[in-house]
């Protein structure tokens, strides 16, 4: 037995299902398709004007769901699965196959099908899982310094007086590194949470960035960078003072780490329309290639492990700059070469009015 829809429910159905952001397929017995929506066009990148009987062969020929279609039609049980879909982009849906039952004869006449997509859930699992292993080991490598050396201590090194010194400073080293990890992460998660609350005033670019040169310079010139200033006079940006020292410092001190010695980093700004000023950090470092370049503003996320610890840092810098930005309303991004260098760029409002304040930069 099959089923048709008549004349009136056919575009009141259309139209509720067209207004769904799931995408639904109806089949019958025949496996021809009776219905679907807007949704399912964009899913399976179908012509929006097809005509004629349509099966579901020429729409997918992805196993799962013909499996899954099949065991509603054959035994009458709903199947669920989740599945990845090829178009455009990848992506991933949880798809759930129904069996559509005549009341009157009590027989599986059709099957529905609900396509929803998880891509993103599914991309934010992977980040949070990715976060706490990273975070465990981020903890657990000078953690397990700090216990080998204070081990060490009780054995008797203590009494060395070659090297008691020493081992004291390395687990200074290693607990300072955590405490860094620590305040970073809480800042991050005030800033998540909408509890850092901005001030925003008018800021003169060049002479804030000038005042952030005494902080930056010191790591400039034990590694052998060139920090400029190429902001040129009159730039203006409307931003909480203390944020944007963290956005900038941030974005300053990974572009000298992450450089070679004799390289540079360059800051400069412009206003890029009536309503933004563009800040951007460019350098002559190492690069980030083009596969990380969508990852490295998530929180621990390294690009290279071993450069990292190398250089130092808690992997929550760039974190804390995009939540930042967003949250002034703003956006950054990013352009790089490996091997050349890269340029983070920073949008933040402009002032409406031409007055401006200087704030010096803190050292805490």
Same mark, same amino acid.
Request: net charge negative; no cysteine.
């Given at each position: ?74 035994? !009458? ?116 949470? !909408? ?38 006079? !009159? ?130």
């Amino acid at each position: 037995m099959s089923f048709r829809l008549d004349q009136y429910s056919q575009p009141l159905l259309e139209a509720v299902l067209g207004s769904l952001r799931e995408g639904i397929l109806v089949i019958d017995r025949q496996t021809e398709v009776v219905l679907y929506n807007q949704a399912a066009i964009d899913i399976f990148n179908l012509s929006p004007v097809m005509t004629g009987p349509l099966r579901l062969i020429d729409i997918t020929r992805n196993k799962a769901i013909h499996d899954g279609f099949h065991q509603v039609l054959e035994e !009458g049980r709903p199947f669920d699965a989740n599945l990845e879909i090829f178009g455009v982009q990848e992506r991933t849906f949880s798809f759930r196959a129904t069996p559509l039952i005549m009341p009157s004869a009590h027989e599986v006449v059709g099957a529905i099908g609900v396509f929803f997509d998880v891509t993103q859930l599914v991309r934010l699992e992977r980040v949070r899982r990715e976060f706490f292993a990273n975070l465990s080991h981020e903890l657990r490598t000078p953690l397990t310094s700090i216990l080998a050396y204070v081990e060490t201590l009780l054995n008797g090194a203590l009494y060395d007086n070659e090297n008691n010194l020493q081992f004291l400073r390395i687990i200074n080293k290693h607990a300072t590194r955590m405490q860094n990890l620590v305040r970073d992460i809480a800042d991050l998660s005030a800033i998540e949470a !909408g509890e850092f609350k901005l001030e925003p005033v008018t800021i003169d670019l060049k002479a804030f960035v000038d005042n952030l040169s005494v902080l930056v310079l010191p790591e400039a010139t034990a590694r052998q960078v060139t920090f400029r200033n190429d902001v040129p006079p !009159g730039i203006q940006v409307q931003a909480d003072p203390q944020a944007l020292e963290q956005i900038l410092m941030n974005l300053i001190i990974n572009a000298v780490k992450f450089n070679r010695p004799g390289g540079e980093v360059v800051v400069t700004a412009s206003f890029e329309s009536d309503v933004r000023t563009l800040i951007a950090v460019r350098d002559t470092g190492i690069g980030i290639e083009a596969k990380h370049l969508g990852r490295i503003f998530e929180r621990l996320y390294r690009v290279d492990k071993s450069r990292s610890q190398e250089v130092g840092g808690t992997g929550l810098g760039l974190a804390i700059v995009k939540h930042l930005v967003l949250n002034h309303g703003g956006d950054v991004s990013v352009d790089s070469t490996p091997g050349v260098g890269s340029e983070f760029r920073v949008r933040l409002p402009r002032p409406m009015t031409p007055t401006s304040v200087v704030f010096p930069a803190t050292t805490g």
